[in-house]
């Protein structure tokens, strides 16, 4: 049979052979490791003074968490897989008229850390895809409960009247406006009148944002007033206000310019108040899952931030790829496509495209039982979020299943009076939402924690990354709100760490060892702070201070060390440049490893112990998308913003400075007066390792005079504080 031949097929997947290799160096790296673990437990067992006890015992601690952190890694590495999609085959297997619905979620919650232009080409993008339009809504939540971002909306359904159009005549492939108008795009009288228009328009909404409020003469009827007139009650303010629901476009009533139907475009605010949690994203994720199962329920959710756009006009066709194969259907929970980010730097000095989190270890949890859940790109069954595959759990009513058929207009009263209840602050009083249906609440980092727990029930993900990216997104550009972002993952991951949930107990009993370790993996990351403080400082003091703490070169273990370090180093640099990363990639990604673990790690175990001790309490911190032009220019040129005088520095700058003095002076004294390389080459092996990372503090101390130098005021506080610690060091250690 010819078809036999041909055989065409919606999607394929195919084992990594790397796997095997990854499997020999495995276990020779943990016969290593867990020599080197019997060599410290031996060591410490023999100290003989209290001192020598504290270092082995320190060095013995760090060793064993990066051992373990090792060890999670692992279930990356076993079973490595890669997925292609035919999308072109699609219609072979599947109609266009029997696509199934999609319901498309994209967040924002501050229209002045998130411009509402911004968030407005988010949504046009994903609103011109290639896709039956009358099966397509999409639903934005505005936790800033803002004016401001309602009228950039109402100006974007205008304005998507002419752009949907254009896009699917011109097969436009750039769907966000402002990437297709940033690009080199053919100028034609067409083109250039749809520039014009969309200028204004974001001139208009760019004028509105300056004067904070939405002005009469912006307003151009009767219906925009009355919706506006909402946030002009008196006692309106973001953290307490009613719900605003705004039904911007009805797909069975609104027309594009060419007549032809629009998806429908639903602005959703919902209620908040000040005595009741809202529970951050998560929160205004169940709202809207709500507020769209009243309207649509359409059986398939993509969320979105409203920092990453639609990258690609087709990818629904490609999710549709797995959707549509039975074989895979009855477990499946979601699809996970990649972050990927526009505007990095040429060497990611932040280590924002986060290739490990994103694109090398999800593959890898990909041929276990599925990738995480990282927050957007995804594209969940709804039928997820109500109990796992073969344990369904009911809601309160029947109309915010996953079952129930919507038989009313968008527009009918009804409708939006329960839309408005469902999105009420204290709706979710009492009931499952949270904890066994939709996004799950108690952590800060709300997107692992959800697919984790749809995991346990038993559902299965599939992780999607085609060649073309699907979104793009934006990066933090300054080192601040990139440790702040970090900081408040730490948070989030030790939550679940050390929940009744945690990986370590109920995943590695609910989905087995691999996967429970995958998970660990993630949770446990803060806690790499406490090798990568303690590797940052002690050897460094100790050298200063004459005191071995490693083999002696001359020693076999040695080579010990030689092996895990070089080992994991090489490892890790292979399997970055191999997934097209550039060495200098790598490089700003390992060193920023040592940084976080150096800040935002460190100070997210404090603040998360602080927290769990009652003396504080943390919110979701939402990373600043505003672009200020010197800090960008600064950005692309690869160089450190510091800048604000910010406690997460202090560390960083004690480590910089003490390594320079120990590499340097104690290099001097040590090895040229007393020729003792042989005793202390770790030492100063670390020491110069750090120097060597820290070159870009030295030259935001030192060299540099710009807004993003380091304060000097840091600088003050760190060269006393290394001071204060070598005075200590040297009693202590001279004892
Ligand atoms: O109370 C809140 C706080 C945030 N958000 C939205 O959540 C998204 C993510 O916030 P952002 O400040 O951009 O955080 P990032 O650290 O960049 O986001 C990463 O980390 C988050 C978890 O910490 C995930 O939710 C995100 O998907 C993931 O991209 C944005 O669209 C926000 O508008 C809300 O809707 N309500
Ligand atoms: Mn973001």
């Known amino acids: ?108 919650a501050d229209p002045y850390k998130e411009p509402p232009v911004n968030v407005v080409n988010t949504a046009l993008s994903v609103m011109a895809y290639d896709f039956p339009t009358e099966k397509l809504s999409v639903y934005v939540s505005d936790d800033g409960g803002s004016e401001l971002t309602l009228f950039a909306f109402m100006e974007a359904a205008e304005f998507a009247r002419i752009w949907l159009p254009f896009c699917k005549e011109n097969n436009i492939i750039k769907r ?55 946030y002009w009650t008196k006692g309106f303010t973001r953290q307490s206000h009613p719900s605003v629901i705004q039904v911007l476009l009805d797909t069975k009533n609104d027309k ?75 477990n499946l929970g979601y699809i996970q496509i990649p972050q990927h980010y526009h505007g990095l730097n040429k060497t990611d000095i932040y280590a924002c495209e986060h290739k490990r989190l994103y694109q090398l270890n999800p593959p890898g949890m990909d041929g276990l039982d599925g990738p995480c859940y990282v927050g957007t790109g995804c594209f969940f069954r709804r039928l997820a979020f109500f109990g796992g595959p073969s344990s369904p759990v009911e809601p309160e009513f029947p109309e915010i299943g996953p079952n129930y058929i919507v038989n009313k207009p968008i527009m009918d009263q009804e409708i939006l009076d329960q839309a408005q209840q469902v999105s009420g602050c204290n709706y979710e009083n009492l009931s499952s939402w949270g904890s066994k249906i939709g996004f799950r609440y108690g952590s800060l980092s709300e997107d692992y924690y959800t697919g984790y727990r749809l995991q346990c029930e038993g559902w299965k993900s599939i992780f999607c990354d085609p060649n073309k990216p699907a979104f793009l997104g934006d990066v933090p550009i300054s080192l601040h709100d990139v440790l702040n972002q970090n900081k408040r993952w730490a948070v989030g991951l030790l939550e679940v760490g050390f929940s009744k949930y945690s990986p370590l107990t109920f995943g590695i009993q609910t989905m087995g060892i691999l996967m429970g370790q995958a998970y660990a993996h993630y949770a446990f990351w803060p806690i790499w702070s406490v090798p990568v403080t303690v590797y940052a400082f002690l050897p460094s003091l100790t050298f200063l201070n004459g005191i071995p703490i490693f083999p ?35 490089w700003s990604d390992q060193r920023f490893w040592l940084i976080r673990g150096l800040s935002s790690y460190l100070f997210g175990s404090i603040e998360y112990i602080t927290k769990i001790l009652g003396i504080s309490t943390h919110g979701f911190n939402v990373t600043s998308k505003v672009v200020d032009d010197e800090q960008s220019k600064r950005y692309n040129q690869g160089i450190f913003e510091f800048g604000v005088e910010f406690p997460m520095f202090v560390p960083l700058a004690m480590a910089a400075i003490l390594n320079l003095i120990a590499f340097f002076y104690g290099g001097i004294v040590q090895i040229f007066k007393e020729g003792n390389l042989d005793g202390f080459f770790v030492q100063v092996f670390i020491a110069g390792f750090g120097v060597l990372n820290c070159l870009p503090i030295y030259e935001a101390m030192v060299l540099r005079s710009d807004k993003g130098r380091m304060p000097t005021r840091i600088t003050i506080i760190s060269t006393l504080l290394v001071g204060c610690l070598c005075v200590v060091a040297s009693f202590v250690l001279k004892i």
């Not at 204004?200 to 509105?208: A, I, P, Y």
């Not at 594009?256 to 908040?272: A, F, G, H």
Request: aromatic share 14%; glycine share 2%.
């Open 1 to 108: 049979m010819a078809f036999a031949t041909t055989n065409p097929r919606l999607h394929s997947l195919r084992w990594l052979r790397r796997r095997l290799l990854n499997r020999v160096f495995a276990a020779a790296y943990t016969a290593v490791i867990l020599a080197l673990l019997y060599h410290h437990a031996l060591t410490l067992f023999q100290s003989t003074t209290f001192k020598s006890f504290c270092i082995s015992f320190t060095i013995f601690v760090s060793d064993i968490i990066l051992a373990y952190m090792w060890s999670t890694t692992q279930s990356f590495r076993m079973n490595p897989v890669s997925r292609q999609e035919y999308p072109e085959n699609l219609e072979i297997f599947l109609d266009r008229k029997d696509f199934p619905a999609m319901d498309i979620f994209i967040c924002t």
């Open 176 to 230: 966000c406006p402002d990437a297709y108008f940033s690009s080199n795009y053919a100028q034609n009288p067409k083109t250039l009148e749809i520039k014009m228009k969309y200028d204004s328009m974001k001139t208009r909404v760019e004028s509105v944002v300056e004067k904070g409020k939405v002005s009469d003469e912006y307003i151009s009827n009767e219906k925009q007033h009355q919706a506006l007139s909402k």
């Open 256 to 330: 594009d310019i060419t007549e032809n139907s629009m998806p429908n475009l639903v602005y959703v605010s919902r209620e908040k108040s000040k005595a009741t949690p809202h529970h951050f994203k998560a929160g205004a994720l169940n709202a809207l899952l709500r507020v769209s199962s009243i309207m649509t329920n359409a059986p398939i959710v993509l969320t979105l931030d409203c920092d990453m756009y639609s990258n690609d006009p087709s990818t629904l066709q490609r999710v549709l790829c797995y959707i549509s194969d039975e074989s895979i259907w009855p």
């Open 552 to 586: 002696k070169v001359s020693d076999p273990w040695f080579l010990a060390y030689i092996f895990l370090f070089l080992g994991a180093y090489v490892q890790d640099c292979l399997d970055f440049t191999l997934a097209k990363g550039t060495f200098l990639r790598w």
